[in-house]
């Protein structure tokens, strides 16, 4: 871990030496700070992942899907092992959506900047993602089709439906992509294509996904917002002339000593 978080620090320092006409400031310790503060969460987020105990025998036979909200019950039972493998196309795309810019000069000439505000933003995304699928404890679609094995069903790792995280990542890959496509192209007739095409990639993530038995629509729709909005907002939280706004992520253990809360924290200097 120390690696990655010494890896992610060095290139932040390229971002601050060659960066050119862009539309975006940064700075060497403060962007290395927060990657740093968003990995140590991340860490603690995927603490929590792993220790997601399994569904006994009597909380599995107890599990209704006429208890679940109207808006997620069709989705209930599902499972398609063939739609869950397709999924991943997209999600790894996402990853490596800054690719995207190198043909163009603009964004070639500033690809190590925007390549940390790309960390940023998966940082922020894998924030949420770990922090609510870790704490939270919400079973599959797939954990309601009695045809699956029990083993299956009852395991940790399908207690953790919300929020959607191939569908975060998928969202916060392709709106970096176009918050940051607009801020270089201010001008470009393209824009409303890139932003359209990106929300049908996002959408269709939530579809796979949803076929596949691994989320319900309300976790999709979840995973949508806080990806859409790590896409958007850690661009536009670098533009020139909003360095007065601070985004940072914080952690701490409450007045009783029961647990940690944590979480990013925005402010405004006036």
């Not at 107890?62 to 997209?90: F, H, T």
């Not at 299956?152 to 995280?165: D, N, T």
């Not at 001008?187 to 691994?214: E, N, Q």
Request: charged content about 15%; hydrophobic content about 40%.
């Amino acid at each position: 871990m120390r690696k990655i978080i010494l890896s992610l620090l060095c290139l932040s320092l390229v971002i601050s030496t060659y960066a050119q006409d862009s539309p975006y400031k940064t700075s060497t310790w403060k962007d290395g700070a927060y990657i740093a503060g968003a990995v140590g969460l991340n860490v603690l987020g995927f603490t929590f992942i792993q220790n997601k105990e399994s569904l006994n025998e009597s909380e599995l036979n107890a599990l209704n899907k006429n208890d679940i909200w109207g808006i997620d019950r069709w989705a209930a039972g599902n499972y398609s092992e063939e739609a869950d493998a397709v999924s991943y196309i997209p999600f790894y795309a996402a990853l490596g959506m800054p690719l995207a810019f190198l043909p163009s000069k603009a964004e070639r000439n500033n690809f190590g900047q925007i390549s940390v505000l790309f960390v940023e933003t998966m940082a922020t995304t894998g924030v949420f993602y770990t922090m609510t699928a870790g704490l939270i404890d919400k079973s599959r679609p797939l954990v309601y089709n009695k045809d699956l094995p029990t083993s299956e069903r009852a395991e940790g790792g399908a207690q953790r439906s919300f929020i959607a995280g191939h569908t975060a990542v998928a969202s916060a890959g392709t709106f970096f992509v176009a918050k940051v496509f607009n801020d270089f192209h201010p001008d470009s007739k393209a824009i409303p294509y890139v932003w359209g095409g990106d929300t049908g990639i996002s959408a269709l993530m939530g579809y796979l996904r949803i076929k596949a038995g691994k989320h319900f629509l309300t976790d999709n729709i979840a995973g949508f917002v806080v990806g859409a909005a790590s896409g958007i907002l850690i661009p536009e939280l670098h533009k020139k002339g909003n360095e007065n706004i601070d985004l940072y992520p914080t952690a701490n253990f409450n007045v009783n000593g029961t647990g940690i809360n944590t979480g990013l924290a925005l402010t405004y200097k006036f």
